[in-house]
């Protein structure tokens, strides 16, 4: 019997409501939080479930279009700022919530540092005193 390593929809659906996916799928939890277009889906999966509240002002409240257009930049703009604002936090939530290092976040920044101080300390040696 092999061990599935992507969730099912079902699996997913939990996942995102803050429930820890098996130890088998922790390599998949890992590219999702911090792999290619991570941010992305973060940001897509938490302005979904607001789609139809959004809609449904662009749709069926009376008015120029002017004002349903306001009402959903009223939402939407501080929505998006909190969820950019936040997702550090929540990224890392998800990592610790499946039993992973929370820091793996911050491993590509940290990467970046290392290439620039090694170029730096090429650049500008140290010179002793």
């Known amino acids: 019997m092999s061990t599935r390593r992507t969730p099912n929809p079902l699996q997913v659906i ?16 890992v590219r999702d939080v911090t792999g290619p ?5 973060y940001l897509i999966r938490g302005v979904l479930p607001f ?3 959004l809609l449904a002002f662009a749709l069926f ?8 257009i306001g009402m959903i930049a009223l939402l939407l ?7 950019i604002a936040l997702m550090s936090i929540y990224r890392r939530h998800l990592l610790t919530s499946n ?8 491993v590509k920044r940290q990467a970046r540092r290392d290439v ?14």
Request: net charge neutral; aromatic share 14%; charged share 25%.
């Open 14 to 29: 939990t996942y995102l409501m803050g429930r820890p996916l098996p130890e088998s799928m922790r390599d998949w939890v």
């Open 37 to 41: 277009g991570s941010r992305r889906r």
């Open 51 to 53: 789609l139809p509240i």
């Open 61 to 68: 409240v009376p008015g120029p279009f002017v004002y349903r």
């Open 77 to 83: 703009v501080p929505l998006v700022y909190f969820e």
């Open 99 to 106: 039993g992973l290092d929370g820091n793996l976040i911050d």
């Open 116 to 129: 620039t101080k090694t170029e730096y300390e090429a650049n500008y040696p140290r010179t002793p005193d």
